[in-house]
């Protein structure tokens, strides 16, 4: 019979957050995978709990080495535990590999549900949660990062991210730049910690804000993008935000996508709009 791997949801910041059957996971566990070995010592000793299995390191930079082992340990019958640094495996966490490649060789994959800075962030962000999605950490390059932003810029979901506290100005201020400085969205810091704080209001506001400098862990939740019918657009301002980002140094192609995404409308509809300004300017030239 294959073993069983365990996803464990580990605290986000609070240790009595930890699920209860963690401790009972660890102890139990033939071959404990973790993030970060030291960090997972320092859990199990807050917890009280003496593990007997072999404990490996498992993060990004050996992730894709070590997933072919961990599936014949599991093919071979052991239960193997999965814990990362913070809140549940897989999600923006090494997980991803060792799960597909468990589920390939018919594994059973089970978790242990637990602390996720996801959930909590959009909970406590005051903005709608009925649809969101999730999009990790932005790039880091600034170009990549606005191609990124544009593509969901009309998403009408509530949009989550992940960011470094010494790039979270510069990803506020592209936000602000892409989807209007107006829309609003919570910056949630250090959550369930000592020092856990939430700012929410306009993006531009918070962008002015991280300009100062922020530490600790950070999770970004960003309203969706309001609905526009086509009824609604005004010609003109989509002609004027085109200009703009043309003025800027986009291309005609790209900045009319992106104001098409921000504004929600098809690509078509903005184009028309550039088309006709265009024609109407030379008219009145001549």
Not at 84 to 105: C, H, I, N
Request: proline fraction near 6%; charged fraction near 30%.
């Amino acid at each position: 019979m294959t073993g069983t791997l365990v996803l464990a949801g580990t605290p986000i910041g609070d240790v009595a957050d930890a699920p209860p059957r963690l401790a009972a996971e660890l102890a139990a566990a033939e071959l404990i995978a973790a993030e970060d070995t030291r960090r997972l010592r320092r859990l199990t000793q807050a917890l009280g709990v003496h593990t007997t299995g072999r404990v490996v390191s498992y993060f990004e930079g050996n992730e894709s080495a070590r997933t072919p082992e961990l599936v014949e340990a599991l093919a071979g019958g052991a239960r193997v535990l999965l814990v990362t640094d913070a809140g549940m495996p897989s999600v923006s966490d090494p997980g991803y590999r060792l799960v597909a490649a468990a589920v390939e060789r018919g594994v059973k994959v089970t978790a242990v549900p637990g602390p996720s800075a996801v959930l909590t962030a959009l909970a406590v962000s005051g903005l709608p949660v009925d649809r969101f999605c999730f999009e990790g950490f932005p790039p880091r390059k600034p170009g990549e990062r606005l191609g990124r932003l544009r593509e969901v810029a009309g998403d009408r979901r509530t949009l989550v991210y992940f960011e470094a506290p010494h790039r979270l100005d510069d990803t506020l201020a592209a936000m602000a730049e892409v989807f209007g400085a107006d829309r609003r969205a919570a910056v949630c810091r250090e959550l369930t910690k000592t020092y856990e704080e939430v700012r929410r209001g306009p993006l531009g506001e918070l962008a002015a804000w991280a300009a100062e400098g922020v530490r600790g862990e950070i999770t970004i939740v960003v309203e969706g993008a309001p609905e526009r019918g086509a009824e609604q657009a005004d010609p003109a301002e989509l002609v004027r935000r085109v200009r703009v980002r043309e003025e800027a140094g986009e291309r005609r192609k790209e900045a009319i996508a992106a104001v098409a995404a921000e504004a929600g409308l098809p690509k078509r509809q903005v184009f028309d709009a550039v088309v006709a300004a265009k024609n109407a300017e030379g008219t009145a030239s001549t």
